[in-house]
């Protein structure tokens, strides 16, 4: 039995709770006393500015909050993940993405092992590739020159390459098509390779495990097509196909030479891994210079984590702030809200960041938790966001923490005319803050002339907390700082919530059931067990399939 004492059974559990049970005061209240919040709470790393002045919290708040972390030992945590210790404990593994990005004369042991010295090796075979892809120097089966690169992949094997591929689109590669395909829904695949030309076009098979049921099923696809373009020469795949996984056993049996895959480890999570060997479809668009400066984005952030003392440390910060809510003022979700286009999928990464790491109910000790854990992260870029959902975000009876991310200067290359309408795009990330926080009182509406029994539909509650992280310009080296920003934030309350974050156990009951119930689907096999509402659902799929 674990003595870790349950989470709400701690003292600065409680001081919280008696905390809540005083009141929150509302933002107007707290600005006017206190001004100078906008500035004082306020904290730099590397070159982000993260604004927290627009939340529900006092001095005495955040101080409860940062004995909350103390007493939960967050930083004790960290130092062992920095240290490689098998902080993943229901799968015996380190967690060591920070690794990946460490300069190359770091030194953290995996098992008595630097394993710096592999990341690096590693890195330099992914730039020795992605220049010959980049420069023409390697060819296809034909002797034609790699127009197109197709990423086979799902999950963490998927969603960082092709998040950061948008959000780096400035700085791609542009004579080069990229795709990324994930989905065991033929249409990926079709829609991905229709006007694509076989010799032209390379494939990275991204798996970590290298079992997973929807990119085999996608990659043995891509392979008929390959084949079938280029006239069935097994020897084709060679120059069409490339694998990034920890499993070179698997990748051998698929049929790809071991020289064409390019390795990562199992102290790598999927979910933290677009830093490793996940990364080559970015390095190839972006270049191994632009990666190397992402890379080091997230290093800076990683030592800001690592050395920052508490009261300025943003990702305890950010991580802290989301337990008040979850925790004690009933949030259940949070919404992450960029101006940028460029920034399309970075919500939908930061939904398996968080929710696969934090989705979870019982403790490290395997106790049932008796608290929240992680949120529903949910989002799109922010002006779209408005001319939809903003509305139950104002007006609505739920409370929405939301981050609003914004850059100074829009990318160089648009034209004058589109580099003018940035200051309207940050107007109105500004204006949403503001309205989400101050809101319009019913004196306010009123003083406008407006109609009384239209003053309750006119007001504006306000009180709808925000952080608001700004950086000069999208660079990758931002990017980088963004996502382990992220990561860490993660990081802090899963320490909080005592939680494994970095296992995924949740994922598995549906991909063991598919595999069970695939036959009857396609065979009409009986499957023995099968409950009687999937049964009839399964039932009539094959009815409708054969009308
Ligand atoms: O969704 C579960 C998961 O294991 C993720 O954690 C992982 O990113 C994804 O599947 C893909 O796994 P793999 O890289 O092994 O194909």
């Given at each position: 039995?674990?003595?870790?004492?349950?989470l709400t059974?701690r003292p600065q559990w409680t001081a919280l709770e008696d905390h809540r049970a005083q009141g929150v005061p509302g933002?107007?209240e707290l600005?006017?006393a206190?001004?100078?919040?906008?500035?004082?709470?306020?904290?730099?790393?590397?070159?982000?500015?993260?604004?927290?002045?627009?939340h529900l919290v006092t001095d005495e708040t955040l101080a409860l909050l940062q004995e909350l972390a103390e007493a939960?030992?967050?930083?004790?945590?960290?130092?062992?993940?920095?240290?490689?210790?098998?902080?993943?404990?229901?799968?015996?593994?380190?967690?060591?993405?920070?690794?990946?990005?460490?300069?190359?004369?770091?030194?953290?042991?995996?098992?008595?092992?630097?394993?710096?010295?592999?990341?690096?090796?590693?890195?330099?075979?992914?730039?020795?590739?992605?220049?010959?892809?980049?420069?023409?120097?390697?060819?296809?089966?034909?002797?034609?020159?790699?127009?197109?690169?197709?990423?086979?992949?799902?999950?963490?094997?998927?969603?960082?390459?092709?998040?950061?591929?948008?959000?780096?689109?400035?700085?791609?590669?542009?004579?080069?098509?990229?795709?990324?395909?994930?989905?065991?829904?033929?249409?990926?695949?079709?829609?991905?390779?229709?006007?694509?030309?076989?010799?032209?076009?390379?494939?990275?098979?991204?798996?970590?495990?290298?079992?997973?049921?929807?990119?085999?099923?996608?990659?043995?696809?891509?392979?008929?097509?390959?084949?079938?373009?280029?006239?069935?020469?097994?020897?084709?795949?060679?120059?069409?196909?490339?694998?990034?996984?920890?499993?070179?056993?698997?990748?051998?049996?698929?049929?790809?030479?071991?020289?064409?895959?390019?390795?990562?480890?199992?102290?790598?999570?999927?979910?933290?891994?677009?830093?490793?060997?996940?990364?080559?479809?970015?390095?190839?668009?972006?270049?191994?210079?632009?990666?190397?400066?992402?890379?080091?984005?997230?290093?800076?952030?990683?030592?800001?984590?690592?050395?920052?003392?508490?009261?300025?440390?943003?990702?305890?910060?950010?991580?802290l702030l989301?337990v008040w809510y979850g925790n004690f003022l009933d949030a259940?979700?949070?919404?992450?809200?960029?101006?940028?286009?460029?920034?399309?999928?970075?919500?939908?990464?930061?939904?398996?960041?968080?929710?696969?790491?934090?989705?979870?109910?019982?403790?490290?000790?395997?106790?049932?938790?008796?608290w929240?854990?992680?949120?529903?992260?949910?989002?799109?870029?922010?002006?779209?966001?408005?001319?939809?959902?903003?509305?139950?975000?104002?007006?609505?009876?739920?409370?929405?923490?939301?981050?609003?991310?914004?850059?100074?200067?829009?990318?160089?290359?648009?034209?004058?005319?589109?580099?003018?309408?940035?200051?309207?795009?940050?107007?109105?990330?500004?204006?949403?803050?503001?309205?989400?926080?101050?809101?319009?009182?019913?004196?306010?509406?009123?003083?406008?002339?407006?109609?009384?029994?239209?003053?309750?539909?006119?007001?504006?509650?306000?009180?709808?907390p925000?952080?608001?992280?700004?950086?000069?310009?999208?660079?990758?080296?931002?990017?980088?700082?963004?996502?382990?920003?992220?990561?860490?934030?993660?990081?802090?309350?899963?320490?909080v919530?005592?939680?494994?974050?970095?296992?995924?156990?949740?994922?598995?009951?549906?991909?063991?059931?598919?595999?069970?119930?695939?036959?009857?689907?396609?065979?009409?096999?009986?499957?023995?067990?099968?409950?009687?509402?999937?049964?009839?659902?399964?039932?009539?799929?094959?009815?409708?399939?054969?009308?």
């Open positions: 039995m674990s003595d870790t004492p349950l059974r933002l107007r600005f006017a206190d001004p100078a919040r906008a500035e004082r709470y306020v904290v730099r790393v590397g070159d982000l500015r993260v604004d927290y002045s627009k939960t030992d967050v930083f004790g945590l960290r130092d062992a993940m920095f240290r490689g210790e098998k902080i993943n404990t229901t799968e015996g593994r380190a967690v060591l993405h920070t690794a990946l990005r460490a300069p190359r004369d770091a030194v953290i042991e995996v098992d008595g092992e630097n394993v710096v010295p592999k990341v690096h090796a590693v890195l330099d075979k992914m730039a020795d590739f992605a220049e010959r892809v980049r420069s023409g120097a390697w060819t296809g089966h034909t002797g034609q020159r790699i127009r197109n690169v197709v990423n086979i992949g799902i999950g963490g094997s998927d969603l960082g390459p092709a998040m950061a591929y948008e959000a780096l689109r400035a700085y791609t590669a542009r004579e080069l098509t990229f795709r990324f395909v994930s989905n065991v829904d033929g249409a990926d695949l079709h829609e991905a390779v229709r006007d694509l030309d076989p010799a032209e076009t390379l494939f990275i098979v991204a798996s970590k495990t290298f079992t997973t049921i929807e990119t085999i099923t996608n990659a043995t696809s891509a392979r008929s097509w390959l084949l079938a373009g280029l006239g069935g020469e097994e020897k084709a795949v060679a120059k069409h196909f490339v694998a990034l996984s920890t499993n070179a056993e698997k990748v051998t049996d698929f049929g790809i030479d071991p020289d064409n895959m390019f390795e990562f480890w199992d102290w790598v999570g999927g979910r933290y891994s677009y830093d490793s060997a996940i990364g080559l479809s970015l390095m190839i668009a972006i270049g191994p210079d632009r990666f190397r400066e992402m890379l080091d984005g997230f290093h800076r952030v990683d030592e800001h984590f690592r050395t920052a003392p508490a009261e300025a440390n943003a990702p305890l910060l950010l991580g989301g259940q979700s949070h919404a992450v809200l960029p101006y940028s286009h460029y920034l399309s999928k970075f919500t939908a990464y930061l939904q398996q960041l968080d929710m696969e790491s934090n989705g979870k109910s019982v403790d490290r000790e395997g106790r049932g938790v008796e929240q854990t992680g949120p529903v992260v949910w989002g799109t870029p922010g002006t779209n966001g408005q001319h939809a959902y903003y509305q139950l975000i104002h007006q609505g009876t739920k409370l929405i923490p939301a981050d609003l991310i914004g850059f100074a200067r829009p990318v160089a290359e648009l034209s004058d005319d589109l580099k003018a309408q940035h200051d309207l795009l940050m107007a109105n990330l500004f204006a949403q803050g503001q309205a989400l926080a101050f809101g319009k009182t019913a004196d306010e509406v009123r003083a406008e002339g407006v109609p009384e029994e239209q003053v309750p539909h006119r007001t504006f509650r306000g009180n709808h925000t952080t608001t992280i700004l950086a000069a310009e999208l660079t990758p080296s931002v990017l980088g700082q963004l996502i382990a920003l992220y990561e860490h934030k993660v990081f802090v309350q899963g320490a919530w005592n939680i494994d974050s970095f296992d995924q156990w949740g994922v598995e009951l549906g991909k063991v059931l598919a595999k069970r119930v695939e036959p009857a689907l396609t065979e009409g096999a009986d499957v023995p067990g099968l409950d009687a509402s999937t049964a009839a659902l399964v039932a009539a799929y094959r009815d409708l399939k054969e009308v």
